[in-house]
């Protein structure tokens, strides 16, 4: 609980906390060791670290491919640890679920706390761009944010947790969530959140706790956005950015807007991936690789920010080649056919998340996608049973 409480406030203490909870689950009673299971993460999880440590065979720099791996290390460390000393996690999945909702709702109001902290100091900057996006999101990147806060409203709906609480904390609770995903400006987080509202809805329409807020937050969140874009100059060109760098076949070797950056990195991943196939560039020179195709093509800002491919399955088809991509769909895939077989519909909407997500950024490159991929992953796969929609 106090690991998913941290989640998305101090990223910098998750490490510790990581090892804190390995020690307390290493500590528990043994139940009978569970077969390796080709429906869940775990086994994919575990041979895709491997071959990453494998990558290094093929690999010059060392330095980056060791830093990889620890950031990588959770992909390992759970799901060997869910192998070896395994648990039913069925139970402790409402009071996780709470913790983590609990750490996304303070999360918020210290953002915004924050941001008032910032113009009661003086601050020249716009209102509708000092909350917004980066310089509302500071404790974690904004589209990281979003993706916390969205898990968040489905832990929150679809858990019997949200019963605990008093109506108005209820209501209060969902309109904090949703407001930290509009305010986040992550593109992805605005596309997904009316998309994950709807699903709620349709999953629990019988539920009168439910159905009334969640009709109100799609709409709130709706006009949210269109307000946000209509006043917000920030706002607005976030947008037009998108529907330029979409429409728009020219590509700009000193394009800094986050879309057409985007478009330039998955350029360069695609000409590395095809570069350096079937093995893929290796753990520890894919950056490298990366860094000077940017440069052979004039992409100098993408050489001084050290972009990565801002695509998951992208950056590890050009690390790790085809072995790489086929077992990071297993990973995913596996389990979420798994959900949707057995109509799990919390699961399968993380892994969702997830998928949709790694199309924008490389977030298995980091400790803040790693870790929550990880914990959440192996969560779900000590269940004992699903919950059903």
Not at 238 to 250: G, K, M, P
Not at 274 to 282: E, K, R, T
Not at 295 to 323: F, K, S, Y
Request: proline fraction near 5%; charged fraction near 10%; hydrophobic fraction near 60%.
């Amino acid at each position: 609980m106090g690991f998913a409480f941290l989640l998305p406030l101090a990223p910098n203490l998750l490490p510790l906390a990581l090892v804190a909870m390995v020690i307390s689950w290493a500590r528990v009673p043994q139940m009978p060791r569970r077969p390796l299971q080709l429906t869940t993460h775990t086994l994919w999880s575990a041979a895709l670290y491997v071959l990453y440590l494998i990558g290094m065979a093929w690999s010059t720099n060392m330095e980056y491919g060791l830093f990889d791996l620890q950031i990588k290390l959770p992909m390992l460390v759970l799901p060997v640890l869910f192998l070896l000393r395994p648990r039913d996690l069925t139970t402790l999945l409402a009071p996780v679920g709470f913790a983590y909702v609990l750490g996304n709702v303070v999360a918020v109001l210290v953002d915004l706390l924050m941001v008032g902290f910032t113009y009661a100091q003086g601050t020249d900057m716009p209102i509708a761009q000092g909350i917004f996006s980066a310089n509302f999101s500071v404790l974690v990147h904004p589209s990281y944010f979003a993706m916390y806060l969205e898990l968040a409203l489905v832990l929150w709906t679809l858990l019997p947790v949200h019963r605990w609480a008093p109506i108005w904390l209820h209501w209060s609770v969902l309109a904090v969530l949703c407001l930290g995903v509009v305010l986040s400006g992550s593109k992805m987080g605005w596309i997904l959140l009316p998309v994950i509202l709807v699903a709620v809805l349709v999953a629990r329409w019988k539920e009168v706790r439910i159905r009334t807020p969640i009709i109100t937050m799609i709409t709130a969140s709706v006009v949210g956005i269109v307000l946000l874009v209509s006043f917000s100059l920030y706002a607005r060109d976030r947008v037009n950015e998108l529907w330029i760098a979409v429409t728009s076949t020219e590509a700009h070797a000193d394009a800094q807007t986050s879309t057409e950056v985007r478009k330039l990195a998955w350029a360069g991943a695609t000409e590395v991936i095809v570069a350096n196939l079937p093995w893929g560039a290796g753990t520890g020179d894919v950056k490298d690789e990366l860094l000077a195709t940017y440069a052979a093509h004039g992409h100098h800002h993408l050489v001084e920010q050290r972009i990565n491919a801002h695509d998951q399955w992208l950056q590890t088809m050009a690390t790790l080649g085809w072995p790489g991509i086929m077992l990071l769909l297993a990973m995913v895939l596996a389990p979420l056919l798994t959900a949707f077989a057995r109509k799990d519909l919390l699961e399968a909407v993380f892994l969702l998340l997830c998928i949709a997500n790694w199309t924008v950024e490389s977030m298995l490159e980091v400790q803040a996608g790693v870790i929550f991929f990880a914990f959440f992953a192996s969560l779900f796969a000590g269940r004992s049973h699903r919950l059903q929609a």
